[in-house]
């Protein structure tokens, strides 16, 4: 049996202003300092090409049918899915901001009929399954105080409320598994003591010297 400890692979999730951000970088920063090698990510990585086509998308500034941009996001995850493997291969530890979570519970939320949940779902099969999610959860109302929306796509109340109820759907099916509610709407410090005691826990019960998992078919 291989004693090779591969890297770790963390994604951060939720709503818009509930810190993700702020925490990827926090994550990363007190990894580092433990002695961790750290890949920042974050998705949508709007430096390719396709990014661009999603950043303009997202300011308003092109249309794209519906069934078309969701493959283009979940296009942007899968041109990174070789270097993420590689990365935790050499025992780096990758940390995303969002992820396929992001990716199908914002498309799903647009509540048409042929792009449901499952459907959203099905591109991502098959791409580097995350070993903890980190969920930040913060109501409507705690978000609100945190400044206006930006002008960007998806950012309006319904919208958003629909995304908070979709990500708690999500979590009852098989995907919950690796994905952790943390309570957002308190001080940026205890959601970040709080983040690195998870991931501290996970990372000394999960087998590091078996390979990374795929996502799995439902
Ligand atoms: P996201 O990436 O989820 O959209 P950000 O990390 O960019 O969120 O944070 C959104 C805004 O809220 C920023 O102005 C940030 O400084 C502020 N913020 C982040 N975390 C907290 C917190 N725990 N309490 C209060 N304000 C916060
Ligand atoms: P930020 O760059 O501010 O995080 O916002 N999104 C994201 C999708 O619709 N599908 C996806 O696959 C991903 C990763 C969420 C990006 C916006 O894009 C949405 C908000
Ligand atoms: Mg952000």
């Given at each position: 049996?291989?004693?090779?400890?591969?890297?770790?692979?963390?994604v951060?999730?939720?709503?818009?202003?509930?810190?993700?951000?702020?925490?990827?970088?926090?994550?990363?920063?007190?990894?580092?300092?433990?002695?961790?090698?750290?890949?920042?990510?974050r998705?949508p990585?709007?430096?390719?090409?396709?990014?661009?086509?999603?950043?303009?998308?997202?300011?308003?500034?092109s249309?794209?049918?519906?069934?078309v941009?969701?493959?283009?996001?979940?296009?942007?995850?899968?041109?990174?899915?070789?270097?993420?493997?590689?990365?935790?291969?050499?025992?780096?530890?990758?940390?995303?901001?969002?992820?396929?979570?992001?990716?199908?519970?914002y498309?799903?939320?647009?509540?048409?009929?042929?792009?449901?949940?499952?459907?959203?779902?099905?591109?991502?099969?098959?791409?580097?399954?995350?070993?903890?999610?980190?969920f930040?959860?913060?109501?409507?109302?705690?978000?609100?105080?945190?400044?206006?929306?930006?002008?960007?796509?998806?950012?309006?109340?319904?919208?958003?409320?629909r995304?908070?109820?979709?990500?708690?759907?999500?979590?009852?099916?098989?995907?919950?598994?690796?994905?952790?509610?943390?309570?957002?709407?308190?001080?940026?410090?205890?959601?970040e003591?709080?983040?690195?005691?998870?991931?501290?826990?996970?990372m000394?019960?999960?087998?590091?010297?078996?390979?990374?998992?795929?996502?799995?078919?439902?």
């Amino acid at each position: 049996m291989s004693t090779h400890r591969r890297g770790a692979f963390i994604v951060i999730e939720g709503l818009d202003r509930a810190g993700k951000s702020t925490q990827h970088a926090r994550l990363c920063q007190n990894l580092e300092n433990q002695g961790h090698r750290v890949k920042r990510m974050r998705f949508p990585d709007r430096t390719t090409p396709i990014g661009r086509s999603i950043d303009a998308y997202l300011k308003g500034e092109s249309q794209q049918e519906d069934h078309v941009i969701h493959l283009l996001f979940s296009a942007n995850r899968w041109e990174t899915a070789a270097s993420i493997r590689t990365a935790i291969e050499e025992g780096t530890t990758v940390v995303t901001d969002r992820y396929y979570c992001s990716g199908i519970v914002y498309s799903a939320a647009k509540g048409r009929d042929d792009l449901s949940l499952k459907w959203a779902r099905e591109p991502e099969v098959g791409l580097p399954r995350p070993d903890l999610c980190l969920f930040l959860d913060i109501t409507p109302e705690a978000v609100a105080k945190r400044g206006g929306f930006g002008n960007e796509k998806y950012e309006t109340s319904a919208m958003q409320k629909r995304v908070r109820e979709l990500f708690y759907e999500l979590m009852q099916l098989p995907d919950g598994q690796e994905i952790k509610v943390i309570d957002a709407g308190r001080g940026i410090e205890d959601v970040e003591r709080d983040i690195m005691e998870r991931v501290l826990r996970m990372m000394a019960q999960t087998k590091m010297t078996e390979g990374l998992e795929s996502i799995l078919p439902w």
